[in-house]
């Protein structure tokens, strides 16, 4: 059991914890959540963005079914904005299309690394550049199209994705480990931005 638990440390714990670190740091100082001053303020501002994003995505459907023709000012309003209106980042955009918070985090990350896994297949499925451009064409396009969309699915069901990956008898382990880190890495956030910034207030 504990060279197990090691495992899931390395393996889960350090990804996991540097990843909810850089996100939640990140997403403080560009001002998406406010003036958070805990970890419970962060995620509560998280859901928030995460709600004001599904809500931004419904009018972008409005708009464009009304402004099919034309009308650029009146089509979709683009990516998520924070309440300050700037576009949010491409990881934070992510982070809350998975869901924000600890499942949006394993989200991200189980994402990157089926994309990076089904890249390194695509590239090693050809024995050299020539060969790979002789094949560029439409159904290339096409498959890697699909491929996006599936690598999308596993990632927003990431449990699944895991609990067929990881070959153990003590799975929950791995989950333990996984929370704990995102919750400390997101709180060791927290706590480094307000000291940062001398702000009152704990990082609970």
């Known amino acids: 059991m504990l060279p197990e638990l090691f495992r899931a440390v390395l393996m889960a ?5 540097l990843a909810s670190f850089l ?20 995620e509560q501002g998280i859901k928030l963005l995460s709600k004001e994003k599904s809500a931004a995505r419904k009018r972008d ?24 209106g700037r576009a949010m980042n491409p990881f934070h955009g992510k982070w809350l299309a998975f869901g924000g918070g600890f499942y949006g985090v394993v989200g991200l990350l189980t994402y990157g690394i089926v994309e990076l896994r089904e890249l390194r297949d695509f590239f090693l499925g050809f024995e050299s550049f020539s060969a790979l451009f002789r ?3 439409l159904d290339m396009l096409i498959g890697i199209l699909i491929g996006a969309v599936k690598n999308f699915a596993a990632a927003i069901a990431w449990p699944l994705y895991w609990l067929a990956d990881i070959h153990s008898d003590y799975v929950w382990i791995w989950f333990i480990v996984a929370y704990a880190a995102y919750w400390l890495g997101a709180r060791l956030a927290v706590r480094r931005f307000i000291l940062a910034r001398g702000w009152p207030g704990d990082s609970a």
């Open 13 to 17: 714990g350090v990804p996991v914890a």
């Open 61 to 84: 459907k409005k708009d464009s079914r009304r402004t099919r023709r034309g009308n650029a000012e009146d089509a979709a309003l683009g990516p998520a904005r924070p309440a300050g």
């Open 23 to 42: 996100l939640v740091w990140w997403a403080l100082r560009e001002g998406y959540v406010g003036p958070a001053d805990s970890l419970k303020d962060v």
């Open 135 to 137: 094949h560029l064409g």
